[in-house]
Each structure stands twice: as structure tokens, then as C-alpha cells.
């Protein structure tokens, strides 16, 4: 389990959801209320877009709560886009190249979830990757090769639908080598211009996924922010996206969408 | 809170402390089932005396869970006479010279507990050590310091009086500053030779402290190990020490002894 | 031996003086020209001025050429004032709270040279400190505790006079406990408006130092930096800073000052 | 570049090749005196054979001049079968992952050399792996990959023989993708039982390999030291291994043998 926030809008100092709120990642990632396993202190990352195309990007593998250059990097830092992430590891060694988000030219990436069986497919799945992305790999994650197979589908030209057809060849794989396929997947991604979050299970039980609005609201200007758990315990505040659900957030504010890897997966 | 054990007895691989039993240290660092935080994802260390009079050591800043180094050495180390520690901070920052156990010359020292309102007389305490202690202090914890006034103290010529001397040191100290002393303390330390615990607080509150037999039974040769926690489900096999008590364990096995800083501290 | 770099001007990416150049911190750190010992593998550190009044630091204690963390770090964030720095260690272990910059409020500080004999009056130079510096001391350097001198000398009121008078106060020690002085000292500090740098030595040799303009010059605006070695094999660029100087860099651009401790050890 | 030593004989602390002798390896990491790249400050590792049939096995990513950690270990281990490496990365992140020793059952494996073009052909080699071995890739570098080839060909029935053909594999493979092979490789590696270590290069320019004999001589008894730099000065004790030569250390001494991946390059 791990827990991540992502936000689009009006620059914000990244503290303000990384260490400030009531339930900041670094607080979450400390203690965490309603978490399945005790604890997420596996690493961390952050990426943020600012006055170059590709990201920033920031992530190491001490707990984030002991992390004073993160503490430190999230007060100076404000950014109009950006990915939070603290981590558990489910697969993957602790160290930086296991550790969300995962960057590739303009495209940043990070993921909540598992897929059962993961190492049986793993090969599978990396030959799939054309050399350059099969280059790019740096780490082990299930997370890292589910965004290189989305770019390999297309993820500048058809974000939600290279994201749908990477997650329904897992389905295929695994199926085809156990008889069964167990994905639960929620992801937030960003080009530098939209932000996009999905969530969606095969068994219907994916990780959790909540939206708000946030920032500056005086001008009638905003952000929006899309997160694994609620930051604070204003109820009303916070929007349970569903399960088989996307959202986009650009200049035109936050769009629900439809997610649908399963009729790929059928249909293939 | 942190949590430790040692062991004194027949040569044992550190493993089945550290990482083979049903709550190990790495388990229990990972899922704390009684603790009161909820993790202790901030390092932790191992001293093991061997060959040499002088305890080797390994310590780090990652979460022990995650330290494949740890269980590398815990499964090829076997030794006579150890002590672990897992540690989620207190006081001191993340950083290997604020792990447990610390060592001096032969000594090996490990704390649970708190001292309350330690940064008000932290600089008293520490102007109390001789140049050669004062210069041998590396980190910034309470528990480094402790250590250090017990070596002040003798802690060579009578172990558990130079404990004492430096808990009701410390209990002056925060009541002259303060007008009230709050020192909950559990540890172990060792000479290479003896192995000693002991469990204090001045509100009778201390954490816990429990001991039990272990290792080779065959041969009646055994040994006995000192746990901040029961290692095991199996309630029969494990002795609570009482507050204000202290256990040290040589060749004719465990004696259980008085541990009663707060004579010396009304007395001065 | 280290190696570092400031800045103070137009705002400019960070990797113009750390990763870019000819001469990079970086590739200074891996595969030093000119300098004494072997390699600067022993950690790093940044601290800019941002929208903030107090700076933003990063620092690890990884081989500052191996570290992605930093290489995107200063490829995102541009400053109009900060300090950078490679460290091989002299005195201090390797940690991240040994690594320089060092930050304490809004003044940033760092520091290349030695104090000859400084283990011997290190406990002397501490309890000059008020306890709320000594507080604020976090790791064991020479370097950090000659910052918090010149903090409790006045640093705010009279920034060169305050370092002056820590680093006559270090002569004055050392003479006393060994009837000898030996102290060279290279450092830049900043309190986010001013950027200041001094080279001095007891014995005539301190490290070097050298200023050049730098930055953006088409519109007559433009900064100045200032090293540690040239960043370039411009030799007619850079200026060297002589021995028994400081130089000044704010709106008006960058002047030259005395910088004589010893007339202050003299008269004490 | 990279420096290792390997050592099988009577029981010798490790510290006696890592740390003690002149140009022990964490002296040679620091200030290389012949050495081509101007420092080996990222990471190390060791492997030894103690109790158990697989090695123990501790690396990490610092410098090794500044781990206490390595330190106090190799003062504390003592072993009749170990191998020690210091690394300056030339493939492959810095990260634990990616230091020597290798490690896989009872086998240990370190490398010095490289591969040219190896990001060229690494997709093909790992294609030639078995699943399980494929798993056991944790790594990004080339040594890595060498030695999981090498164990796919037969490491357990012939040793030299399957590195042989692990070296003509990766031949043939440069010289279907670039119409040309460069490959310089030496190498130490063990089963707990024999040591071996190979020196080739197509361009018949080798990383260099000295052996010597080592430890307790007074009963007759002793052992052999493989080593990438001689650890002193006494250029009589080292005996340079030619190019296109293995050794192999049992119990009756030290062999040389051919080591000729070429002729079964060319015969393929």
C-alpha cells in the first residue's frame, strides 16, 4: 500500500500537501489511519513541473518523515503540477529506482496497487517494450514497466487509452499463464499539461481514490488535487472517484471520464 | 519507543533473534503489534562480541525490514554474547550515529525510554564528561549521552552503580531546571563478559523488560536472552522484570537485582 | 580539501555553476585538477534563496557525481542567490548533518580550509556558544561550529566584523592550549540579500578563491560568481581574491574589503 | 576501474587485505596511485564463506573510506574464503543493486573490465537466461549479467569452462551488433570451496591480476591472496597472471590454467 497525492492549478508549495495538512503525505506516511499494512516507510518521491518541459524530480528511500531535504525541498518548491508519493514496498527492492514517481521525457508517473503474480509475467511484459523503453527500465516495480508499456501504446497520442491497453495486456498475460488475472490499479500521470488519475480493479476492490478542489479561490481561481486518502477530515470537501473511473484535469477544470480495460481485454 | 533484545549463552546465530522468530525484531520493527508509535522505520543496529574484546558493530539509518545487508550478517554471525536494536527517533535525527547499540572500548550500551525535557539539560549533562568522553560523543541522542556519564561514572568497576549514578544525575539535573524529573528507562549493555538490563522510571511507568531462557538445552549448557519484547506467542516462557530492577547474566547464569537510582538521587 | 561555488545576481539555473561547465562542481568533485587530496567523494550540499526569506537546502552524503537527485534538482531551480559545495571530509564523519551548506535562519554558510588542532579546543569554542546556538548544532565540523561563532559574534549586525572576530577568538584558543595558531580559511556565507566570501591564513596559504562576472549581460544586468578553483579555463575571466580579503556582492555589484582577524588577536 | 581482492587459506580477518596493509583497497579507493579514472568512491562490497554453504555477503553505495560499518566488520570477520571489491561505476546506477559481490546460491562473483557497447547486446543477453535466473537479476550492470550467464552455461560442473563460453557469448554477440568485440575482463569468483580468478581481453590489454602468497607461514600452512593492484610495495612477492590465464586456489595450492574464450569464440 502506498499513499500519493497529485495537484493541477494555481502554484502551490508542494508542503502544502506534502507536510502541512492534517493528513500530509509525510503524516501518512508515518501513521497511517486506515491503511492495510502498518506503515509506508519505504521511500518516497516527488516530481514537479516548472519552467522546462520534463519534471523535476526528487525521491529517496529513507522514511519519508525523517527526510529533512524533502521537508525542506517542499517549502521552497511551488509548482502549478505536481506528484507526491510515499511508499511500501509490495515488489521491488528498496532503493531510488523502485521509488515513484517514474519520469520519461515530459511524462511523469506513480501507482497504487498490485498485480497478482507479477514476477511470472514480468519477462513477458518487458519484451513487449521496444529497445529504447526496454533501456529506459532503471528498476524492478510492477508500477515502472506498467508506465513503459503505456508508452509504448501511445501514451502522448491517447493518454487514458494506452493506460486502459497496457492494463488489459496484464490482464491477458496473466491470464494466459495462471488461468486468472488479479489487477488493482490506481494511478495519477501527468504531460506537463494535463493531470490524469485512474482507478480501477479487476475484482472491483481497486485502492482508493479521492478528488477536491484546492488553492487559491479568491479570484475564482482554483487547482484541484487527486489523492490516495483524504488530506483533512472535511468529508464533504473530498469526491470518491469510482471504480472503473477517470478523471483530467487541464485549464478547463476536472473532467469523470470512463476507464475501461476490460473491454480490451475481452475484445482481445 | 524502540525495540531490542540481547542474548548471553552458547554461540547462536544472530538470525534467530533478529529475524527467524514469529515476532523477531525485523517483524516487530515492521508491525508493532503493542506498540504505542505506530513504527520503527528509523534504523537500527546490531553489536556482537566475537574473537576480539571489543564488540564489532553494524548500524544503519533504513528501516531494518528493508536492509538485506542485516540479513546477510544476522544468518552468517553467530556469536556468544549480542545485542539488536530497531529505533523509530525520539530525540536525535535519522543518522547512523544515532543507532543503537553504542559502543566504547569493550562497552556496548542500548536505551528504550525517555527522558523528559532532555535538550533543557542536555549541555549540563554533557559538561559533566571528562575531555575523552566528551570528544567521544558522535551523535545528538539522550541515550549516547547516558552511556557516556555511565562510563563517567565507573562503569567498569561496578556496572549497575555507574547506571545508577547517571540516572540520578539525570533526575537532579531536570529538577533543578524544572522542579520535576520524568525518566522512563529500559537498557542493556555489556562488558563482553556480563550482560546486564535493567527497568526504572521515576513514575513507576517504565517500558517493558522481559527475559527468558534459550538456545542449546541438550547438553544442559543454555543461554539466556533480554527483550524489550516477547519474541514468541508462547506467555509461559517469558518473566517480566519489575520496575526498579535489574538482571545481569555471566557464566552462573541470571541474578535478579535492584536497580534504585532514586536512593542515590534523594540522598544527593 | 573541498570545492565550492556562490552565486549572486540574475537568477540562473543551479547547473550553470554545478553540473554544467567545464569545470562543474561536479566534475571538479570526480576528477580533481589541481587539488590536494585524492577526490571530493564525501557528500555535497546546495542552499538557494527562493521566494522565501530563509533558503531552501539539499545535501547527501553520496559522491556528489553520483547522485540523479542533485543533477535534477539544478536543472529545475533557478535563484538569483545560492551556494554550492563538495566536500571530502577532514574533520567530521560522513553525514548528511556534516555536509555544508549549513543553514541556521536566513544565513547559509560554507567553508573550505582547516583549523589546526581543532579536536583539542572544540569543547572551548562550544561553550562560547549561548545555549540556543549550542542547540542549533547538529553535527561535529570545525565549519559549522566557526558559523555559529560568528551568529553569536553578531553575523546580522556586521557580517565580516562577526567573522572576524570567530575566527580571531579560533587563534586565540589554539595559541592558549598549544602556544601555536594555525588556521586557513576560505568561506562564502549570505544572509539572502548580500553574498559574502573571505579568504584568510595564519600562514599566508589559505585556499584559494576567485570571482568572475557571470550571468545574463545584454541588458547591462548581470551577476558574479565566486569559487573555490575557475569553473572555466578562461584565465583572464577570473580574478583571484587575495590572501587577507572579502569581498561583497549586492545590488551595487562586488567590492573588495580587508578581512583581518589577526589585528583583532593581536589587541585581545 | 575497479579494485578488488580475493583470499582462500588459513582463516585471516578480513581487515588484513581491506583495511590493513599499505594499499590496503579502501587506501587504494581513496587515492589510487595507478589507477586510470582518479577515484573508486562509489561503493563496495564483500562476500565470505563462514559456517554456512552460501556466503554472507555486506555492500552499499558509499565510498568505502568512510563506512565504519566496513570497518568494523573486517575487524571482526575472519574467514578462510573471501573476495572484497571497491567500485567506480562505469554501468550501471549507483546503488546496492549494482555492487560486487554477486551473489546467487553458494556462489560469489566480482568483475573488473568492461564490455564495449554492452547496452547494445545487454537485451540479447538477458534473452539467453532461463526464467529463474532472469528473476535473479536485480541489477543493471554488465558484471551482473556476466555472471548469471555463466552460471546458465554450467558454473557448478566447469567452472572456468561456463565463464569461457560466458565470454564468447558475449563476443559473438558485439560482433553480430557492431561488426566488432571489445571485451576486458578480469574476474574472481568461488563456491565456497575453490577460487578462481581470470584475466583476458580481446585486445589482449587486460585489467591487471597479481597473486601472491598470504597469512600464517609458520606451520607450513597458508594461503593465496588474488588481487587487481599489489596491497604493498614488495614487488618480489607478486607474480603478474598473464593475459589469457586463469588460477585456481584449492586445497593443494594455488594452479595456473589456459582461459581461452576465443577459441570457442571462433569455433561458433
Not at 478542489?213 to 487527486?226: F, I, R, S
Not at 476536472?254 to 482481445?268: G, H, I, N, R, Y
Amino acid at each position: 500500500m502506498r499513499r500519493w497525492a497529485a495537484y493541477r492549478g494555481e502554484p502551490l508549495y508542494l508542503e502544502e500537501l506534502v507536510s502541512s495538512p492534517a493528513h500530509s503525505l509525510i503524516e501518512q506516511s508515518h501513521c497511517a489511519t486506515r491503511a492495510k499494512t502498518a506503515t509506508n516507510g519505504d521511500g518516497f518521491g516527488i516530481a514537479w513541473y516548472g519552467d522546462r518541459p520534463e519534471p523535476g524530480r526528487y525521491r529517496d528511500i529513507l522514511p519519508a518523515w525523517s527526510d529533512c531535504n524533502l521537508r525542506s525541498l517542499a517549502r521552497q518548491i511551488r509548482s502549478p503540477l505536481f506528484l507526491a508519493h510515499v511508499r511500501a514496498a509490495t515488489t521491488g527492492a528498496t532503493r531510488r529506482d523502485n521509488c515513484h514517481p517514474f519520469v520519461h521525457g515530459r511524462w511523469s508517473f506513480m501507482h497504487n496497487g498490485q498485480i497478482s503474480g507479477f514476477e511470472q509475467i514480468r519477462r513477458s511484459m518487458e519484451s513487449l517494450l521496444c529497445d529504447e523503453l526496454f533501456n529506459a527500465r532503471t528498476g524492478t516495480t510492477d508500477s515502472e514497466l506498467l508506465f513503459l508499456l503505456a508508452l509504448r501504446f501511445g501514451l502522448d497520442a491517447d493518454p487514458l487509452g494506452a493506460v486502459e491497453k497496457a492494463i488489459a495486456t496484464v490482464e491477458k498475460l496473466s491470464y494466459e499463464k495462471s488461468g486468472e488475472a488479479l489487477v488493482r490499479f490506481t494511478a495519477a500521470f501527468s504531460n506537463g499539461r494535463e493531470l490524469y488519475a485512474v482507478r480501477y480493479a479487476t475484482d472491483h476492490r481497486p485502492p482508493t481514490l479521492y478528488a477536491a478542489p484546492m488553492g487559491e479561490t479568491a479570484g475564482g481561481k482554483q487547482g484541484y488535487c487527486l489523492v490516495s486518502e483524504p488530506l483533512n477530515d472535511e468529508a464533504d470537501t473530498w469526491v470518491e472517484i469510482p471504480d472503473g473511473s477517470a478523471v483530467r484535469v487541464n485549464d478547463e477544470g476536472m473532467q469523470a471520464l470512463l476507464f475501461q480495460p476490460q473491454s480490451l481485454s475481452k475484445a482481445a
